[in-house]
């Protein structure tokens, strides 16, 4: 071969790869990337818990594909991008603003997923602040695409679960295997099974969810086919896992629980997943029609929409623009640290006396104790009435930063053989639950959450009603209360509740009480 030949046959090097991208976008990405470096400083503490998720539980596993995934969407636009001059917009601190907002709202009131989609909105305006509304609109789905990266799903776990179980009890039921239901409990000859979770298959919606819109997006250009897709990606993930759990029911009958539990490590892992999405392509195939690089092509057209073009108005210099979004950066991030930095000292906890009523000493080992991992105090206490039925009381008080509603910190300790077994009534302002052990150890527990003076039941409005204190640095202590009695014998435990409950008075007055001493 000629050496001119060999030559000509060497990989361009990074830098005259830089030398190719154009002046205007050369110094348009050099200040988006300044801002974004200020963005995941500030939200530091969402991208590292965002990150945990992703590499340690199994139902957010898949958003490790998103970011390859969005680099892939940006590029499948290059030719268009290429065509087009970056340019700052001035309107684009109102989207930036904002965002900034939800962030700290997020994480004042501890709601993760919020703090979380605020991380992930602070870059997608600042984007769009300092590349224009064109380029904006241009890259929208890539844009909005980043809005997966925020691991959801977990809100509909409880419905997911009890859905999973109903349809367990069917199949087990039809299949001609005595069976009984208790809530996600399910007691078979081959032993006592627990949709727990894990099993609801969440992960697997959400999963799927993803690559539904992916796939409907860039491979199918009529609304009605990308409308069918998601109810598939949605009802398919469904029905199968609940086949799934019912199989596993099915196969201890013959092999027994623990052989059984051996095949769902095997089967639920990302073989299932495969199967799921195989059998979702296999039903949409015939609908899609579309190239993928004609999506890319096709984006060319929202730069010309007439709402993006009235919106780009008013330009600005990125030398400008981009410094005054990091200032408001750096300033929300002071605002949050003062709020979070607030607040009364830790108050020492004891229990409280209540009419007629005795303490008694804890017993070894403790039946049941919640956690309470971000609290700054601490309470268990057991009380024996006359007849001697018995009432555990559990206070926990939070400062600016812990948050008792959060998983973990209410009457299921995390980590333990106890369970939820389903909703029960329970007085106002106070939510009830019935929970088990070893499948035979029930106790019922009342949880309120408690706040400037007042006693609630909703883990949103509590997270909420103090959020204006907190934002103008005045935050109150919060309190967790949980009252719990022995179920294991029938209605005794429910009783035991309901006097200890008209003695104490309420959550509010266990906890002035318990303050107070």
Not at 97 to 116: E, H, R
Not at 134 to 154: K, M, Q, S, T, W
Not at 285 to 312: I, K, N, S, T
Request: proline residues 7%.
């Amino acid at each position: 071969m000629p050496p001119e030949l060999t030559r000509d046959r060497k990989r361009p090097s990074a830098a005259s790869l830089l030398q190719r991208v154009p002046a205007g976008w050369a110094s348009a990405l050099g200040w988006l990337a300044f801002v974004l470096v200020a963005a995941v400083l500030l939200t530091a503490q969402q991208w590292v818990d965002m990150a945990r998720q992703w590499l340690t539980v199994s139902a957010y596993q898949h958003i490790l594909f998103v970011p390859p995934i969005i680099a892939w969407l940006v590029w499948n636009r290059r030719e268009v991008l290429a065509g087009m001059s970056p340019q700052a917009w001035w309107p684009g601190v109102a989207l930036v603003v904002p965002a900034l907002f939800i962030w700290l709202i997020g994480s004042l009131t501890s709601l993760d997923i919020v703090a979380q989609a605020g991380a992930v909105l602070i870059l997608q305006t600042a984007t769009i602040a300092l590349l224009g509304p064109r380029v904006g609109a241009v890259l929208l789905f890539p844009l909005a695409f980043a809005a997966f990266l925020v691991p959801f799903g977990e809100e509909i776990v409880p419905p997911l679960q009890m859905l999973t179980a109903d349809m367990v009890i069917a199949l087990t039921h039809l299949s001609g295997i005595e069976a009984e239901i208790d809530g996600v409990f399910i007691d078979t000859p081959a032993g006592l099974f627990e949709v727990a979770a894990a099993c609801a298959g969440v992960q697997f919606v959400v999963a799927m969810v993803t690559l539904g819109v992916l796939a409907a997006k860039v491979g199918m250009e009529r609304w009605s086919r990308r409308i069918a897709l998601m109810a598939l990606c949605v009802i398919v993930p469904i029905l199968a896992n609940g086949v799934r759990a019912w199989a596993i029911v099915a196969i201890a009958q013959y092999v027994g629980a623990e052989r059984a539990g051996g095949v769902d490590h095997i089967v639920y892992g990302w073989l299932f997943f495969a199967i799921v999405v195989a059998l979702v392509l296999a039903i949409a195939w015939r609908w899609f029609d579309r190239d993928p690089e004609a999506e890319g092509r096709a984006a060319a057209r929202l730069a010309d929409d007439p709402l993006v073009v009235a919106l780009d108005k008013m330009p600005a210099r990125a030398v400008t623009l981009a410094p005054l979004l990091v200032a408001a950066i750096v300033l929300f991030g002071l605002w949050g640290g003062l709020a979070h930095a607030t607040g009364a000292p830790p108050q020492a906890l004891q229990a409280p006396d209540i009419a007629g009523w005795t303490q008694v000493e804890q017993r070894e080992p403790v039946r049941w104790q919640p956690e309470g991992a971000g609290a700054r105090s601490r309470m268990h206490a057991i009380y024996r009435d006359g007849a001697g039925h018995e009432v555990d009381l559990y206070l926990a008080e939070y400062g600016a930063i812990g948050d008792p509603t959060a998983t973990g910190e209410g009457a299921v300790p995390p980590d333990s053989p106890w369970r939820e077994v389903g909703p029960v009534s329970a007085p106002a302002n106070m939510l009830g639950t019935e929970i088990m052990a070893y499948g035979t150890q029930r106790r019922l527990a009342w949880t309120s959450y408690v706040g400037d003076g007042s006693a609630t039941s909703d883990p949103l409005h509590f997270r909420l009603a103090g959020l204006g204190k907190r934002l103008f640095l005045r935050p109150e202590p919060r309190w967790l209360v949980i009252v719990s009695a022995d179920a294991t014998s029938g209605g005794a435990g429910r009783d035991a509740l309901d006097r200890f409950h008209a003695d104490a008075k309420g959550p509010e007055k266990l906890v002035a009480s318990a303050v107070s001493r």
